[in-house]
Structures are given as structure tokens and as C-alpha cells.
């Protein structure tokens, strides 16, 4: 009988902490959803009805869907269906937004390939406006790696000769860990644009970056040169002041 | 304890001798290994694929290694009467439980952890044949890997729970059915979410909300995605989940407890 007794208590109590311990998994949800927002693990809503990829999606298989959608996309672009792998690489960069390589190759697509595909200057235009709207949608997820800060300032650069913008993208692609030739590029960017002394104090402060590096290195001295030679022709070395840190 | 210990180890032996879970692993183990030759591609796509590929076998082999093992643990000493004979020793039901479901963590992990080895191994040495010098790339990727690998693991002990305290009124296919479907909307937890914060009926909502919280969400244990494109996960995350997880399973085991005390074997 006593045992009898005990057992039972022992159920209710049990049946109290399973009440309780649900109710405070609630809190700790939520709590879990603020740490996914502010660590960026949290994925797009993915309802793709009819789609094979959905099958996976739903199983947590969201990587190997992208991957599968991916290889998709790479067998449109050896069989030249340009216009088809658009969609594909959308649906890739709304699964995985951090997966930087769609963005830029979509991006890079637009503004190139069917840049160089389009009938008419207007669609040409268009191609261009796409591409760079097409980034800084990734951009905006990813803005702590500087592959598409550096990608919106080459198609500034590169494809409207907006040097100001390249600049600015160029710059801001140089406060991450970035490869040299993004430094140089800002330097090439003042000389376009016809700014002399700014492209000096650029060469004067790649000049102090990679000092390892002999292919830089030697670049770099072969420009700043060029730029003094401008300089001095002008008649303002004089006024150029070496750049302040930045 | 000792009666704890002494049913985990015989679970984990009866388990060993299924050949079908060797199959599993030996499945995995070759597709994992498989990855290796994903070479048509860019360097940081193989390796992107691969990760994907290797973390999406080891979930998925280790999701039905888990609803096989234990879906089929209770019905079947119920089933052989096997069950009968321990509980007439001094063994209550509640060590008994407690001990079916370590046995069967110990061959679930056991089973990760093969995966996990063969995993790191092909990706190490895909790691030197694309460059020497990605070792650091490697070891910075590691740790990150190795958290989502444990998430892994939580994720599956949770299941475990759930299909254990199903299979203490269920039947085996049930069981593993059950196991699976749970997996799966476990998975689209965050999508219950998205559905309430559409619908303007309150009842709905509140059902959906409810609904949302029952259920496991198993998209908490799920960093695959941002460990694979370098993204970080902090402890303190880990640690969440990783309570989150302990408290689903303390209620599942908890809930199996009172289901199998009051169930006539």
C-alpha cells in the first residue's frame, strides 16, 4: 500500500516537472530564435511546391538541396540556357544567402553574359542595373567578406567608368581580409578618373602594404613612379601631401 | 546504476548484431568516402559539396540508425517476453528504460563517431591535394564542423527519446514510422512558426503556436549550412540548443516512464 502510495506521488510529480519543463521550454525557444538572428543562422522559409529540392529541404538537407540546384545551374551554363540558370541561381542564394559564389556569379552573369548577349543598348543597361541590384541584395547579407564589395566596384569600374563608386566599393572591399590587387585597383581607379595626386598618395600608401610581396612590390614602384613623372610635369608634386592612415 | 550500466551494455551488444545497422554505416561510410571525388568543379565548390554532402549522410544514416535502434528495442522484449524475465529481478521499470535508451546511445554514437572519423579524414586530405597551405583554412574549419557534428548528435538523442517513448505503447513499424515522420516535421518547425504569424484567427494561431512548441524543433540543432559557408557558432548557442535538447528528452523519457509503469507486460 505504501509503495502503492509512493509510486503514485512519484507519477504526479513527475507529470508536474513534464508540465513544467515544457513551459519553460518556451522561453528558451525564443531565446534560441534571438541567438539565430543575432549569430546569422537563420534560413529563408523555403515552399517550393512540386520541387524535388523541397524533399529535401524539409528532411534539413537545405546544403544538399542548394548543391543539387547548383550542379543544375552549372549544366545551363555548358549548355549555354543562360536565361535558365537565372531563376536556379535565385533559388540557390534565397537557400543559402551566405553562399557567396552565387552572388557573384550571378551578378558577374548579368553584368557580363547577358550584358554581352542583350539586342539593344537598352537592355544592355538593363543587364548592368540587374546585376548590380543582384549584389547589393547579397551585399546585404554578407557584409564582412570583401567579395562583393570588390564585385559591385569592378562592374563600376569596368562596365559604367563610375570611379567615384568603385572607389567607395573598393574601399569598403579593403576593410576585410582581401587580396592585394584590391588596394592597387583603387590607385588605377583615381588615374581613370584623371586625379593624379590622389592616385600618388594611393601608390604611396600601397607602398607601405605586402612588403613581401615582389610582384606587388614591383608594380607599385613602377606606377608611383609614373605618377611622380605626371606630378612634376603638372608642377604639384609639391602640394601632394603623403596620405594619413585609413 | 549498475543495473543501468549492465542493460545499456547488452543493448549496445544485441544492437551490433543488427545487420542491418551495419549496412547503414557501411553505406555511409562508402558515400562519405565517395565525396572525395567531386572534382569537376571549382576548389571552393568540391569542398562546399563534399562538407554538404558528407554532414547531410552522417544526419540522415544517423537519423535511421536512431528510429531502427530504438524503435524496435521495447516491442521487441515485449515481443521475445525477454522483458518479463529481467523486470522479475530487482530491476524497476524506470532502469530499465533508462538503460534501453543508454545502450542505444552508446551504439547511436558509436555509430556518429565512425562517420565523423572517415569524414574529417577525406576532408583533410582534400584539404592537401587542393593546397599544403589550406591547412589553416582546414584548422580554423574544424572546431565549427566538429559543433555542428555534436548538434548532430543532440539532435539525434532527442529523436531517440521521442521513439522511445512511443515504442512503449506502439508496435516496431510504428515505431520507426513515427520516428521518421517526426524527424522530418521536427525539421519544418519553423515553418508552423511562419504559418501562425499569417493566420488573423486567434484559435488558429494559437493552435499553430502551441502546435510549434510540442513539437521538436529540430532546425535549432541545424548550423550545417553556416558552418559550411564559414559562418561561426558561439558556445553559448551550443549551450542553449544543447539544454533545449536535454529538457525535450527529460520529458520524452519522462512521458515513456508513465506509459510503460502503467502498461501490462
Known amino acids: 500500500m505504501e509503495n502503492s502510495v509512493a509510486l503514485r506521488i512519484r507519477k504526479y510529480f513527475l507529470v508536474g516537472a513534464v508540465i513544467f519543463v515544457f513551459i519553460a521550454m518556451a522561453p528558451l525557444q525564443q531565446s534560441i530564435n534571438y541567438s539565430r538572428v543575432t549569430e546569422d543562422l537563420v534560413e529563408n522559409i523555403v515552399i517550393m511546391p512540386g520541387e524535388f529540392v523541397t524533399n529535401f529541404v524539409i528532411g534539413g538537407f537545405r546544403g544538399l538541396a542548394a548543391d543539387i540546384l547548383w550542379l543544375k545551374m552549372d549544366e545551363c551554363w555548358h549548355n549555354g540556357k543562360w536565361f535558365e540558370l537565372l531563376p536556379i541561381l535565385r533559388a540557390v542564394t534565397w537557400m543559402q544567402p551566405h553562399f557567396i559564389e552565387a552572388w557573384e556569379i550571378g551578378g558577374w552573369h548579368l553584368a557580363y553574359n547577358l550584358y554581352a548577349y542583350a539586342a539593344n543598348s537598352p537592355d544592355r543597361e538593363r543587364y548592368i542595373e540587374d546585376g548590380i541590384r543582384f549584389l547589393k541584395e547579397g551585399l546585404a547579407r554578407n557584409r564582412n567578406v570583401y567579395n562583393l564589395w570588390f564585385n559591385l566596384g569592378w562592374i563600376y569600374y569596368h562596365k559604367l567608368a563610375d570611379y567615384d563608386e568603385a572607389i567607395r566599393y573598393f574601399r569598403s572591399a579593403t576593410r576585410y581580409e582581401h587580396p592585394d590587387y584590391i588596394d592597387r585597383l583603387i590607385a588605377h581607379a583615381y588615374r581613370k578618373k584623371g586625379d593624379i595626386a590622389s592616385e600618388y598618395k594611393e601608390w604611396l600608401r600601397c607602398e607601405t602594404l605586402y612588403k ?35 | 546504476m549498475k543495473n543501468i550500466l549492465l542493460i545499456a551494455n547488452m543493448t549496445f551488444k544485441e544492437v551490433l548484431r543488427n545487420k542491418l545497422l551495419n549496412v547503414l554505416l557501411l553505406f555511409a561510410i562508402v558515400a562519405i568516402a565517395s565525396t572525395r571525388f567531386f572534382t569537376i568543379f571549382a576548389p571552393s565548390e568540391e569542398l562546399k ?33 525477454t522483458v518479463t524475465v529481467i523486470l522479475s529481478k530487482p530491476v524497476s521499470r524506470a532502469q530499465f528504460l533508462f538503460g534501453k535508451f543508454c545502450g542505444a546511445l552508446y551504439s547511436i554514437f558509436t555509430n556518429i563517431i565512425i562517420m565523423s572519423v572517415i569524414f574529417f579524414m577525406i576532408l583533410f586530405i582534400k584539404f592537401q591535394a587542393l593546397s599544403p597551405e589550406l591547412n589553416v583554412k582546414f584548422q580554423a574549419l574544424a572546431p565549427e564542423l566538429i559543433k555542428a557534428l555534436l548538434l548532430t548528435q543532440a539532435e539525434l538523442i532527442v529523436l531517440a527519446s521521442i521513439t522511445l517513448c512511443v515504442s512503449t505503447i506502439a508496435s516496431e513499424i510504428f515505431n520507426i514510422t513515427f520516428g521518421i515522420l517526426i524527424f522530418l516535421i521536427g525539421h519544418l518547425s519553423n515553418y508552423i512558426a511562419y504559418l501562425a504569424d499569417r493566420f488573423d ?28 559557408l564559414g559562418g561561426k557558432v558561439s558556445w553559448l548557442y551550443m549551450a542553449k540548443v544543447m539544454a533545449y535538447g536535454g529538457f525535450y528528452t527529460f520529458v520524452m523519457l519522462a512521458i515513456g516512464y508513465l506509459f510503460f509503469a502503467e502498461r501490462e507486460v
Open chain 2, 49 to 81: 559539396i563534399m562538407q554538404d554532402t558528407a554532414l547531410g549522410i552522417i544526419r540522415f544514416i544517423g537519423m535511421l540508425i536512431t528510429v531502427f535502434v530504438t524503435g524496435g528495442l521495447l516491442p521487441k522484449e515485449i515481443y521475445r517476453r
Open chain 1, 212 to 246: 613581401d610581396n615582389r610582384h606587388h612590390v614591383g608594380i607599385v614602384e613602377k606606377h608611383l613612379q609614373k605618377a611622380r613623372d605626371k606630378l612634376i610635369q603638372n608642377g604639384t608634386l609639391e602640394g601632394v601631401e603623403a596620405p594619413s592612415d585609413r
Open chain 2, 201 to 228: 484567427s486567434l484559435l488558429m494561431k494559437s493552435l499553430l503556436l502551441s502546435l510549434y512548441t510540442i513539437l521538436p524543433n529540430f532546425e535549432n540543432f541545424n548550423v550545417q549550412n553556416s558552418v559550411v
